[in-house]
């Protein structure tokens, strides 16, 4: 395996990798190649090679840390737990076959609602639409680094609540269905956490200060007024998110994004919702008290 790594052009954040071999165990030298390009550009695209089976997709994120079983809380069956299915496809009993529908998604960082939450994301287009959905990314580090002086000091110290409780009881969802075929099936799943972090967070790994909130999942600041929890999230959320700083991806079948989940955010266009989309999700765990 020879991997070309390349900068892609005229984007604030991300690279190009092509030459991995799903079908190979990842050596050692390779995997910290990956992890250095990864903490350099933020965002990698794994590109033009043969689309990974479920089972070389589990081995290969595990060589980057211990995968977190999403499906086992977003009640997929028949999934590997390790692999989260995001797409509006039904199954034949008219219940979804993964998360979401066809609607568009707001920033987030993947399990910031978990006291373990994810470290590293993968995300592999396995079927898109004729005009697929846009994936953006921004660079957390970066938004933490260019806050006014007198806005660090304010947020460093704070903490934050994280939860996905509102936004999946929203009947697009489809999850009420899961859970009542669960309940008809005597299937017992756990209950989708909910967690509490700094603010500002350091990566275990690169040692570096990540802001770490987001429009779709942090809910409130702690021990704070709600008017005023308000303003400052959306203050932190608009400085994050401008334009220039953003990378938008277009996807291509077989397409795997790899990206340092804690210290970025993403979002999704919505898309025809006639038509078919299917991604595979998989994210490695932090420790907590790594960031705590
Ligand atoms: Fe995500």
């Given at each position: ?27 050692d ?12 550009y ?48 039904r ?53 933490f ?18 939860s ?12 009420a ?85 804690l ?30």
């Open positions: 395996m020879q991997l070309e790594i390349t900068a892609l052009p005229e984007a604030p954040l991300g690279a190009m990798i092509r030459g991995w071999e799903p079908s190979e165990p990842l050596d030298a390779h995997r910290d190649e990956i992890v250095d390009a990864l903490y350099r933020r965002v990698l695209v794994f590109r033009d090679q043969p689309q990974p089976t479920d089972e070389e997709l589990v081995r290969f994120v595990a060589r980057f840390g211990q995968p977190i079983k999403g499906s086992e809380w977003f009640r997929n069956a028949g999934a590997l737990p390790e692999i989260l299915p995001v797409t509006n496809i199954g034949g009993d008219g219940v979804r076959l993964g998360v979401e529908g066809a609607t568009d998604l707001e920033w987030h960082a993947d399990y910031s609602y978990v006291a373990t939450p994810g470290k590293t994301s993968f995300l592999n287009a396995v079927e898109l639409p004729a005009e697929p959905p846009r994936t953006y990314f921004c660079d957390m580090y970066r938004a680094e260019t806050l006014e002086p007198e806005l660090k000091d304010r947020v460093r110290g704070l903490r934050a609540t994280h996905i409780a509102d936004y999946m009881a929203e009947p697009e969802r489809g999850f269905a899961k859970v009542a075929r669960d309940r008809a099936q005597g299937v017992d799943r756990p209950e989708i956490p909910e967690a509490e972090h700094p603010v500002v967070v350091r990566h275990p790994d690169t040692n570096h200060e990540i802001l770490y909130v987001s429009r779709g999942i942090t809910r409130r600041i702690v021990g704070m007024d709600r008017a005023e929890s308000s303003a400052l999230l959306k203050q932190l959320h608009l400085h994050a998110t401008r334009p220039e700083v953003v990378y938008a991806h277009d996807w291509q079948v077989g397409d795997l994004i790899m990206f340092d989940t210290g970025t955010m993403h979002r999704r266009d919505s898309w025809d919702p006639t038509q078919r989309r299917l991604m595979r999700q998989l994210s490695t765990a932090c420790r907590v008290e790594a960031i705590a």
